[in-house]
């Protein structure tokens, strides 16, 4: 069984792919991972884009495209059981989508990049993080998932995600965005109700449990350059998410809430996610070539004092 693309969704990414994202595969120990990599055409750091639950990477489209001018690359995978890529051999659960998402990074990741996660895709940049330090030079959470919740509360947020007709569709729709899509309503509820039916997916959210999900300390362990992006109208997860990582996520850490901006920003504020980006990765190399001089001048006064 094949994972679930709309006619749209295969249509906009072959336009992606003539915009300079071309599509790759990356061999896993779960299964073939479908990813977009464009080679940009700047200097900054190269920028790596994990989605959300259900998504994939060609609904980053928009976003991606606005970044390519000015970074040295531009990588999005389709998750496991997501968009083009396979469903894991066994079937979609949290242990294999782990297992080859980090696969597929550590192959896609040729040089310290910019990691950037929205929904479920912030806990799996957080983990690769803490995972692979020397591949990461700077983490970007946009509406970041996987915060830990009580049993009884876990499990009425993944009922959520149970979208048993176009109804139910549409509710999630409007949750979704920060102002309502009258025009394309129905077309995303439509893809909504289709993606959260396939058997696989229903599988994976099935399987998760609290457990699955970030701890303190791990976030509390992220000593590299962090900004999390939170939407006032951020519908979809619930506040105690953001005060989660706003409680443990280490000082150096910032936080911005964006008026207008729901669970899909990156969606309603293209543009404006794509120059934050381009500033918290311009910072991250300002802030690596202050270290640099400041370790090169105490050498400099150790040899002079050892002198």
Known sequence: ?????????????????????????????????????????????????????????????????????????????????????????????????????????????????????????GLGVVRYALARPDKVRGLLLVSPGGAPMPHAAFGRFLKTFHINSHGDALEFVDRMFAKSTPVVRHAFAMAIKERFSHPELRRLLDGLTVEDMLRADEI???????????????????????????????????????????????????DGLARRTVAFAREVCHKECSGARSTLADERDTLSISA
């Open 1 to 121: 069984m094949k994972p679930t693309m709309t006619l749209p969704e295969r249509l906009g990414l072959r336009l992606l792919n003539a915009q300079g994202l071309r599509s790759r595969w990356i061999e896993t120990s779960v299964g073939r991972i479908h990813a977009l990599d464009g080679e940009g055409r700047g200097a900054l750091p190269p920028v790596v884009l994990l989605h959300g639950l259900s998504a994939n990477a060609g609904a980053y489209g928009g976003y991606l495209r606005k970044l390519l001018p000015l970074a040295e690359r531009v990588v999005a995978p389709d998750m496991p059981g997501h968009g083009l890529s396979d469903i894991p051999r066994g079937g979609l659960r949290s242990e294999a989508m782990l297992a080859g998402g980090v696969e597929a990074l550590d192959q896609l990741i040729d040089r310290p990049a910019i990691l950037v996660g929205n929904s479920m895709g």
């Open 220 to 270: 509390a362990g992220l000593h590299l350059p962090t900004l999390l992006i939170w939407g006032r109208e951020e519908r979809i997860l619930p506040r105690s998410h953001l005060a989660f990582f706003a409680d443990h996520l280490p000082e150096h850490a910032e936080i911005e809430e964006w008026p207008d901006f729901g669970h899909c920003g990156f969606l309603e504020q293209a």
